[in-house]
């Protein structure tokens, strides 16, 4: 990882833009209006403005794959290099400005040829913080996500544990009916685990919807105060801690009431932050002083209860400075403060409530052994990725060899194409070891698809039957002596609807090295294998995900209809197909009549529901094989593969007479009705060729709405 942490430069406001579209600022050869800064975040003098740039002049490097990570941003950003738009999150309105859409983390790639080039940031925040956040580095993509995965495992860890609290806290509960205090229990522990996993970054591998996890974060968050008040209220009730039982009212109405407008649109999820934020600190001042002038009359397990207490709210104060700025960035371990208050509270109860709680302290000791067990794990797996990063520079030449295999796998479009590519490469990377592939079929086996070297069917057979579950794959470390005949490797592939059962496996003999390199040599190839059937992992699974985006690329988000970029490459792709077989073709363009003044009228949230009205209409006005699509605005089109003008005309006025009669309503206000205006024109009836068949229909249409609206007007020949 190559962090950026000098040669950053800021400048106030936003660039006007050329005629092209492209900012003006960064075409500029030099300018004096660029001030240096040492991290791009929080400029000094803002002054409520809303929008800032940044830039740094990109250092070299030696990368095979190099992105530029970025812990988070507030809360739009636009990236620039050598005049190009490089890299966009978020939607810039044409004042530059744009809403709240969830802070994830970002990674830009960058192109050949970087070092020394300069790449601006376009920001707009209307948050409290502007600009990046966190961590700025360049590193390998591959090794990105090993970072996102190391820097998440213990709060997922501590997650786990916490779910388990909250599941036993939740089972005491329902047998000690009397005791309230285990419900407050399992709302802490199962808040503290939802927030972990949320803002853990590890979340948007399990599923890139960063708006969804924040307000995941934010909804758990805010419950946080309500279960230590309820908490603090049972646990001194003698007492009488009226102020706890406020505070918990008051946190709760507080989540509601902000994630209901966050939800419903009147304010960004992101401008809650800082009012609960200022609310939570009060909250926490308030209860520790209460709690802390009557500290020498409690218990010693109360004491501890407050002491813990103090240490998590200590936590979430640093946490909160570390937020907007007043204290620099760094990894607060609030899930650390939340697991010892969380195991503090269970300790007590276990301590309060006999035998039965007596065996829940012990499961809590369990627990903090797995906790210190996996931990240790996942340690030691951060030293081995830093171990084979230096074997890959010993094995050189299989690494260039990976390298392209990698680069190939990227180039490709479809999984099956890869895996083809791949196969073609496995002998060449692996040899001299003997061994063979096994790739997952559909009825869920694993065929043997290829093999190389001196192998027998007794020892590689031709099919694995079963989930594999019998075959043990070589883990890291190894030793000569204790490494078995045949090494065993999973290649997985993410995301994989078959749970965890891995994509393929990789069988390989041990590998005959001479005496001197048994013990050295075999330890390095095996990391190497490892680590090479890992990257193809990440690879494959980053062409999967590619897929499912592009999948994803051609539909309306609003109305469910297939968009304009779906609808160009299916016309071409139909206007080939009538130009062979001579079947006519087919063209509607309807547009939704007087739509501005529905919206300036009823707002605009009612006009969205006009529109899904209308596109829900066309899928029932037409047929199975017709592309019904949302052509722009209000604006829709429909392409009918072998349908004439006339069939074609009364379906569109079927569904123009359909419009009329349907009554709109929103939120329990009637809107009265809508109408619409088609033109249909149709190869060959209307014009002889394709390139004027949308012209002709664009002339209907326009010849309807010049007669009255409420109309279809069909192209003349």
Known sequence: MQPLEEGWQYRWGDSPLSADGTPQWILEEDSDQWQAIAFPSNPPDRRGREHAWFRVTLPEGEWFAPVLYIYSVDIIVQAWFQGELLYQYGTFDDQGRGRFEGWPWHQIPLPENYEGETLYFRVFSNY????????????????????????????????????????????????????????SIALFALATAVMLVAESQASLLIGYTPLLWDYLAAGSYYLIPVALALLLQQWL????????GWIWKLHLAFAIVALALSLMGPVDLSSTFPVFDGLLLVSLLLLAVSAGRRFRRLYREQQILLVTFTLFSGFLIADMAVAHGFLPWARVPVSWGALAFSLAVISISVWHYGKTQKALQELTVRLEQKVAERTERAEALAQREVARSRLLALESSKSQKLAGVIASIQDCFTLDQAFDMLLAAIPALYLPMDGCFYRRTTAGHYER??????????????????????????TMPVSHQSLPEQLCFFLRVEPDQTGNRPSGVLLLSRPELPEALVEYGTARIVAWVFQSIEKMGITLSGLVLREQLQRFSYEDGLTGLKNRRHFDEFFRHEREVSLRTGSPLSILM???????????????QAGDEALKMVGDMLGQYFRGSDTVCRYGGEEFAVLMPGAPLEEARLRAEALRNAIEKTLMSHEGQALGTLTISAGIACWPESCSDFDGLFREADKALYRAKNTGRNRVVAASS
């Open 237 to 244: 009730s003698e007492l009488r801690p009226v102020l706890a």
């Open 128 to 183: 409290t913080d502007i600009g990046l956040w966190g961590e700025v580095a360049i590193l390998d993509y591959s090794d990105l996500v090993l970072h996102i995965v190391s820097g998440s495992t213990k709060s997922l860890v501590i997650a786990v544990v916490s779910a388990l609290i909250a599941l036993l806290a939740l089972i005491f509960g329902l047998l000690q009916r009397g005791q309230k205090s285990f419900f």
């Open 449 to 474: 698809v290829l093999s190389w070297g001196h192998i027998s069917d007794q020892v590689f057979p031709m099919m694995l039957e079963g989930d594999v579950s019998d075959l043990k794959p070589t």
């Open 590 to 604: 309807i547009d939704i009549d007087h739509f501005k003044s529905f919206n300036d009228d009823f707002g605009h």
